[in-house]
């Protein structure tokens, strides 16, 4: 990195953007979320006469396998965008006093994949448990 020209304002302003489209994410993933177990309550089954509980059925099973292999996925995007916006402004800020090296650190720092820790989980998002890699 020889040379950095950043408009402060720019940075600014780009997060705030980034962030009112993380809020628009946050709703979408919580929309989705309602919608994805109203549609697997509402495919139903083919069961005969039972007693108790109402089966699961193929499409609620085959949807809440798809939620849980990529429920990951969809927390991994907020925590990328979170992790850049944050790092962009911490580089500006290091910037802007002077710090070029830290600045340079902090970008850096930025660009790595952030860890996920979901609940009952044990490995974050991004990470292919098969292979041992991101």
């Keep these: 990195m020889t040379a950095w020209d950043i408009s402060t304002s720019g940075v600014q302003f780009v997060t705030?953007?980034?962030e009112d489209a993380m809020d628009d994410l946050a709703k979408d993933v919580?929309?989705?979320g309602k919608d994805v177990q109203s549609a697997a309550s509402s495919a139903g089954t083919i069961v005969g006469v039972h007693c108790g509980a109402v089966p699961t059925g193929?499409?609620?099973a085959a949807l809440t396998l798809f939620v849980e292999k990529t429920a990951g996925d969809v927390f991994f995007l907020g925590a990328r965008a979170a992790k850049s916006v944050n790092g962009a402004r911490e580089a500006t800020g290091?910037?802007?006093?002077g710090d070029l090296d830290m600045a340079a650190k902090t970008q850096h720092k930025a660009l790595?994949?952030?860890?996920?820790?979901?609940?009952g989980h044990g490995?974050?998002?991004?990470?292919?448990?098969?292979?041992?890699?991101q």
Excluded: N, Q, R
């Excluded at 790595?112 to 979901?118: L, R, S, T």
């Design 112 to 119: 790595a994949a952030p860890k996920i820790d979901m609940p």
């Design 16 to 18: 705030s953007l980034v």
């Design 30 to 32: 919580k929309a989705y």
């Design 94 to 97: 290091y910037y802007v006093i």
């Design 123 to 133: 490995g974050g998002p991004g990470e292919d448990k098969e292979h041992g890699k």
């Design 58 to 60: 193929p499409i609620e």
